[in-house]
């Protein structure tokens, strides 16, 4: 179909639904996605989720045909599902490695290039990195290769053989990437943990995946502090069967003299200085079968054993460069930054799929709003970012800064705004569109996780979008909202489901297979469960109201944390706010609100009453909160989400579990009964 046709028949159906707030026009309507789609004689964005929902075979063949994935061998048959959804194998015979893409294939001299993917060349900026305190550096694709080929060179000289686990402990710095490259090139499995969790935290994934070594640094900085990492390492090394190396970047030079028993171990710990800049840059990339693993991912519960999701070359690789490429539309002249750390799925997620399109990323070590609340704004405009991803409590925390903040910005280089981790209340996806976005930005919202290492939902550039939603399902992902029979239901709320096998989900949970069927293929037989709460409106758009395990039922009647933190937060003087539920004699379980006030707010018992009513107005009676407590910070984890979880716990006066994935354990002394 024409281009101008097409738009023209877009807008008017667009216009017929109602609370659409961003129409694509011009520029967002010559994206990648709608290239491919005219590629295969697809007339609109509705055909194609249809489509490639339907019949996943034809869409993972055409869109990798597109995408332009580099084979060391192709594969006989794209996947095998004989021994049941939960246990399928993909790109059966293909062999491949995620660096012979990212890297190796932009730096060749001579030969074909994909049409649709071209090489950027040595020179290419690759990497931006700024830390809070205005300390910068800039690698090219020749130096973030160099790096990272030398970290592969000297994990070969110690050893480390493809698949042995390499643990990855450091701050968000511009060694990381190079780590996790040097890991992959090599077939060696990373491992990234947060650099902000402790000892025990650390030890427990470092045993589970029985890593051989683990990088580190001596320390780190967030909110103007010099934050030491090598002592917790220490500490959780000690005594671990099958660790024998610890290379430590002496960043601050507090491991430079290497004192024998203070922090420095002389038979395991070495410098970053002496085994990798010295190292042997020429390197070559292992071919690996497409089920090869390439990182041992672990999800942030804050109780029980954490669960080690498994991810391939082939299937991690496939599924970022579908999402960065169709979703994000990430080009090779544009700069990508998403805020985030290599210990959460998205800072793996944009190394590799920015560089598998040969984009420049951005990395920012420390908080968003330190030293000032306006350092993600001045970011975007120092560095002209086109792409800007964070989560969704985040901009609550930056919004309660006040206007002013990111008034001053026109941040004009922005073409996408991405966010992911929770879901939306309206006035702060408003606020982002309006004040960051300036009206002129879809914000590509998008859900999944660590056991995906993408997406189920997500929207495309073409699509248009109403305040909150996830756009619809992610090319290729056949999603679903049912009811607890398992039956499709639309304009109401039910459980997101998906029916057909996608090539990023986790091979199993590492050493735990029954657990990772229990998690999610009890539920609905041969069925992925993914225990979050969505629906589907009237006009087809989708919508997330957080983890069906965070339910309260009252006298009867289900509703989730997010729905009636959404309420709270619309109030004026709401900056965040927690919901749980709790034991009540009457009601079966009643709802108590955590809430943060906006700054030069004042907490006082007619406040209080006045939020209380505003939620008993906007979600009837029956829901009305049992308390409302005021609190200065609510507890969260590194990627910003709320632990409601913890939150309950501490309430009801029990032991509030393991806490290593909350990045601020202190604000659950704020939570008291």
């Not at 893409?101 to 001299?109: G, S």
């Not at 660790?243 to 710990?269: C, M, Q, S, T």
């Not at 693993?293 to 579908?322: C, E, F, N």
């Not at 539920?581 to 406040?607: R, W």
Request: charged letters at 25%.
């Amino acid at each position: 179909m024409n281009l101008q046709l097409s738009e023209k028949k877009d807008q008017m159906i667009n216009q017929s639904m109602s609370g659409v707030i961003w129409n694509p026009t011009g520029d967002y309507l010559k994206c990648r996605v709608n290239d491919y789609m005219q590629s295969h004689n697809v007339t609109d964005w509705r055909e194609l989720v249809k489509r490639s929902t339907e019949d996943i075979e034809w869409f993972w063949q055409t869109a990798l045909q597109y995408i332009g994935i580099d084979w060391f061998k192709k594969f006989d048959r794209l996947y095998d599902d004989s021994k049941g959804f939960a246990w399928t194998k993909w790109f059966i015979g293909g062999k491949i490695n995620i660096i012979a893409n990212c890297l190796d294939y932009h730096l060749q001299e001579g030969g074909a290039t994909h049409p649709n993917r071209p090489r950027v060349g040595p020179n290419h900026l690759a990497l931006i990195w700024e830390s809070e305190d205005g300390e910068a550096k800039k690698l090219t694709y020749q130096e973030l290769n160099e790096m990272s080929s030398k970290v592969a060179s000297a994990l070969l000289k110690l050893g480390i053989k493809s698949g042995d686990a390499v643990g990855i402990y450091m701050p968000m710095v511009p060694e990381v990437v190079a780590v996790l490259f040097g890991c992959l090139k090599i077939g060696a499995i990373a491992v990234p943990i947060f650099s902000g969790f402790g000892a025990e935290a650390l030890r427990t994934r470092l045993l589970d995946a029985e890593a051989k070594v683990l990088f580190t640094a001596d320390a780190g900085k967030r909110r103007g502090k010099t934050v030491a990492v090598k002592p917790d390492a220490d500490e959780a090394a000690k005594d671990l069967p099958g660790l024998k190396h610890v290379i430590v970047l002496d960043r601050f030079g507090l491991a430079k003299n290497k004192i024998a028993g203070k922090n420095w171990y002389p038979e395991r710990d070495l410098l970053w200085s002496e085994i990798i800049d010295s190292a042997d840059p020429n390197v070559k990339t292992t071919e690996l079968d497409a089920e090869h693993p390439s990182m041992y991912l672990y999800t942030s519960g804050t109780t029980g054993k954490p669960k080690g999701t498994v991810h391939t070359h082939a299937g991690a690789l496939v599924s970022i460069a579908r999402e960065l490429g169709f979703a994000f539309d990430v080009k090779s002249k544009d700069t990508f930054f998403w805020f985030t750390d290599i210990g959460w799925m998205m800072g793996p997620w944009e190394m590799i799929g920015v560089t598998f399109w040969g984009g420049t990323m951005v990395i920012a070590e420390g908080a968003p709003n330190f030293p000032n609340p306006d350092r993600v704004w001045q970011l975007i405009e120092k560095y002209k970012v086109n792409t800007l991803g964070i989560s969704q409590t985040a901009i609550r925390v930056l919004r309660s800064a006040g206007d002013e903040w990111v008034d001053k910005y026109k941040m004009d280089s922005l073409r996408l705004l991405g966010s992911t981790g929770e879901p939306w209340d309206q006035d702060s996806y408003m606020w982002f569109f309006e004040k960051v976005g300036k009206k002129r930005c879809p914000i590509i919202n998008i859900s999944g996780g660590t056991e995906l290492i993408g997406c189920l939902i997500q929207p495309l550039p073409v699509m248009p979008l109403k305040p909150c939603t996830l756009g619809g399902p992610g090319l290729g992902m056949d999603v679903d909202v049912v009811d607890e029979k398992g039956n499709s239901i639309r304009n109401g709320i039910g459980h997101l489901i998906c029916r057909k096998p996608s090539p990023s989900m986790t091979k199993g949970f590492l050493k735990d297979p029954d657990r990772y069927i229990e998690t999610y293929f009890s539920k609905f037989p041969n069925i992925w469960y993914h225990g979050d709460w969505a629906k589907v409106d009237e006009d087809g758009f989708w919508f997330l109201f957080g983890r069906s395990d965070d339910t309260i039922k009252i006298a009867g009647k289900r509703v989730g944390p997010g729905e009636v933190e959404s309420v709270l937060v619309e109030h004026a003087q709401v900056a965040e706010a927690a919901v749980i539920g709790v034991p009540h004699d009457v009601k079966g379980e009643g709802i108590v609100c955590f809430v943060v006030l906006m700054p030069n707010t004042q907490a006082s018992a007619e406040l209080n009453k006045e939020i209380l009513d505003w939620v008993t107005h906007k979600l009837g009676g029956p829901l009305k909160p049992e308390k409302v407590h005021f609190v200065p910070v609510l507890p969260k984890t590194r990627s910003a989400k709320i632990v409601r979880g913890a939150i309950r716990r501490k309430y009801l006066g029990e032991p509030v579990g393991d806490l290593a994935s909350v990045d601020n354990p202190e604000a659950l002394e704020y939570i008291q009964a």
